[in-house]
């Protein structure tokens, strides 16, 4: 089979061979930081979905992996829960609604409710504002990731 000049097609064995981190990337850098490289650029390809998926404006169905969001939080303006109301929070700065009473380390973490900062966040709370109220370990598939930050684009 003709590798890459002229085609795209590879077999498995192909993509084991150049898709897998290679011995002398293991050995040059570390296991840890392969682990970390491969984290990182499954975290950016999750980011550039995301901003690339065209939003009608319209609240739509909430994705099956919101389900763990809900428990928390509400998506009704106004209703918050044990975390607050996730309406209208796309776009907006982080601990600064009204009404619910945020950590310090939230009001105090500068972020601003985009695809980046939600995908980072969603994927790692503790991580991203450590000291933040969020209890949620984080979510980890790039696919979750995406249907929760595009629901919360919809939602106003």
Same mark, same amino acid.
């Given at each position: 089979?003709?590798?890459?000049? %002229? !085609?795209?097609?590879? +077999?498995? &064995? =192909?993509? &084991?061979?150049?898709? &897998? @981190?290679?011995?002398?990337?293991? !050995? ?9 490289? &491969?984290?990182? /650029? ?8 995301? /901003?690339?998926?065209?939003?009608? *404006?319209?609240? +739509?169905?909430?994705? /099956? !992996? ?7 939080? !509400? ?10 109301? #996730?309406? *209208?929070?796309? *776009? ?6 009204? %009404?619910?009473?945020? +950590? =310090? $380390?939230?009001?105090?973490? %500068? #972020?601003?409710?985009? /695809?980046?900062? #939600?995908?980072?966040?969603?994927? =790692? @709370? ?11 370990? *984080?979510? $980890?598939? @790039? ?12 939602? $106003?």
């Amino acid at each position: 089979m003709q590798r890459f000049p %002229g !085609s795209l097609k590879f +077999s498995p &064995a =192909d993509e &084991a061979e150049y898709l &897998a @981190p290679s011995d002398t990337l293991k !050995s040059d850098i570390g296991e840890r930081e392969v682990r970390m490289y &491969a984290k990182n /650029a499954a975290f950016a390809v999750a980011v550039a979905l995301v /901003a690339t998926q065209a939003s009608s *404006g319209e609240a +739509s169905e909430a994705p /099956a !992996s919101f389900k763990p969001c809900a428990v928390c939080h !509400s998506t009704t303006a106004g209703a918050n829960g044990v975390g607050p109301s #996730l309406a *209208g929070v796309y *776009g907006k700065r982080a601990g600064t609604r009204s %009404g619910y009473k945020y +950590s =310090d $380390k939230m009001v105090q973490s %500068g #972020l601003t409710w985009d /695809a980046a900062s #939600l995908t980072k966040f969603i994927a =790692d @709370p503790k991580g991203t504002v450590p000291g933040s109220k969020m209890a949620f370990a *984080g979510m $980890k598939k @790039p696919d979750d990731l995406i249907a929760v930050v595009n629901y919360l684009k919809t939602l $106003k």
